[in-house]
């Protein structure tokens, strides 16, 4: 069985900074491409930033030049900087990840729990 738990969220002022981590455990055999994603109250959930196995990223025009996204293959574990938050930025953040497990081999798509992030102005 294949888990992804995140932590990082909380409440900050806007224009302040929080990190987001999500690490992987279980019976993995590799890690594939690995993003997160964000959904505020009444809309759908969106892609923030993506990261691929090669160390690719992209990111929505929302958080360019604000959020980078960066990944530990050593540790399973995808990461979300997010600086000069904003008010708007505010919604529950998921984790995802391509997964190929061990027992069975097979590709899966993961998600994490999710983590509430709150930018007060």
């Known amino acids: 069985q294949v888990q992804l738990v995140e932590s990082g969220g909380g409440l900050v002022q806007a224009g302040g900074s929080l990190r987001l981590s999500c690490a992987a455990s279980g019976s993995i055999s590799s890690m594939n491409d690995m993003g997160w994603y964000r959904q505020a109250p009444g809309k759908q959930r969106e892609l923030v930033a993506g990261?691929?196995?090669?160390?690719?990223?992209n990111y929505a025009d929302s958080v360019k030049g604000r959020f980078t996204i960066s990944r530990d293959n050593a540790r399973n574990t995808v990461y979300l900087q997010m600086n000069s938050l904003k008010p708007e930025d505010t919604a529950v953040y998921y984790c995802n990840a391509k997964i190929t497990s061990r027992y069975p081999r097979r590709l899966g798509d993961y998600w994490g729990q999710g983590t509430q992030v709150t930018v007060s102005s």
């Open positions: 990261v691929t196995t090669g160390g690719s990223t």
